[in-house]
C-alpha cells in the first residue's frame, strides 16, 4: 500500500486521540493487517516525539501528545531517550561556537580539537544508539494464540477463577476477547489495563471492538510468567469514565 498525505494526517491525528471512536477503530485495524500502514505508524511515532522534544508542537498539539500518546511506558522511554539526542546536539552546537572564539584556552594539552572530536564520537554514539533503539522494533504479529475471558465479581483472593496461558505460546502474540457484561450501555468506547501480581499496571490497546466483546493484544515476548487481571474502563455518550465492576483474570506458566 502506498503511502498519502491523507493517511499519515490519519496516523497523527490517531496517535494524538484526535479521530472518532469508529475511523479509530478502523485505523486499528489496518496497523494490525497492513504490515505498510504500521510502518508507518512507526516513522510518525518518531517523527511525533520528535516534534515534542523540539518544541514544534502547537500548544493543543501537545495537550494532546501529554493526555494520549505518552499513555504507555514505550513511548515515554522513547521520549526520554529523543529529549537525550537534542540535549546533546545543542551542546555540539554550543562546542562549536566556542572553539570559534579568538581566543580558546584547551583543556586537553592546548589542542581544542581533541576536545571537540571526542565530544563529537560521544554525540554520535548516542545518535546510532537511540537510531537502533528505536528502529529495531517488531513487526505486527501474524499469528495469534487467542483466550475469551469472561467478568468475575469476585477478587483472586477469593478463589476467582483464572484462565491458563502456558509459555512458550507458539505464536507472535496472545489475543484476549473480553466479553462485555449485559449492563454496558451501547455506544460506550472503552480502554483496558493489565494488572500483574506485582502491583504493576500498563494501558493496552484495543484491536477489535463489537456488541458483546473487545480484545486486546499483547505481544509474546512482553508475556512472563505471574497472575494477572485486566481491568475496563468504558466512556458513555455523556463522556463521564466509569469502571466496569468485575475482573478479567489469568495466568501465565
Known amino acids: 500500500m502506498t503511502s498519502t498525505p491523507e493517511i499519515q494526517d490519519q496516523i497523527r491525528r490517531y496517535l494524538l486521540g484526535e479521530l472518532d471512536d469508529g475511523t479509530r477503530a478502523e485505523v486499528e485495524k489496518r496497523f494490525l493487517s497492513d504490515g505498510e500502514v504500521f510502518e508507518e505508524l512507526l516513522v510518525a511515532e518518531d517523527e511525533i516525539i520528535d516534534d515534542y522534544a523540539s518544541g514544534r508542537l502547537d500548544p493543543e498539539e501537545r ?102 496461558v502456558k509459555l512458550p505460546l507458539a505464536a507472535d502474540a496472545l489475543k484476549i476477547f473480553l466479553r462485555l457484561p449485559g449492563s454496558v450501555p451501547p455506544g460506550s468506547r472503552y480502554r483496558v489495563v493489565l494488572e500483574a501480581d506485582d502491583g504493576e499496571t500498563r494501558p493496552l490497546e484495543m484491536s477489535d471492538q463489537d456488541g458483546e466483546s473487545i480484545a486486546v493484544v499483547i505481544p509474546a515476548t512482553q508475556l512472563k510468567r505471574g497472575q494477572y487481571v485486566l481491568k475496563i474502563f468504558g466512556t458513555g455518550v455523556n463522556g463521564v469514565e466509569q469502571r466496569i465492576p468485575g475482573n478479567y483474570f489469568f495466568t501465565v506458566e
Do not use: C, Y
Open 63 to 164: 495537550a494532546d501528545f501529554e493526555a494520549h500518546f505518552l499513555a504507555t511506558p514505550e513511548r515515554q522511554q522513547k521520549l526520554r531517550f529523543a529529549r537525550a539526542l537534542h540535549r546533546h546536539a545543542m551542546n555540539l552546537a554550543n562546542e562549536r561556537e566556542t572553539v570559534k572564539q579568538p581566543v580558546i584556552r584547551s583543556l586537553w594539552f592546548g589542542r581544542p580539537g581533541l576536545s571537540w572530536a571526542a565530544t563529537t564520537v560521544a554525540a554520535l554514539a548516542l545518535i546510532v544508539g537511540t537510531v537502533w533503539f528505536l528502529r529495531s522494533r517488531t513487526a505486527p504479529p501474524k499469528t495469534f494464540a487467542t483466550l475469551t475471558l469472561t467478568i468475575n465479581q469476585s477478587t483472586r483472593a477469593e478463589g476467582a477463577p483464572a484462565a491458563m
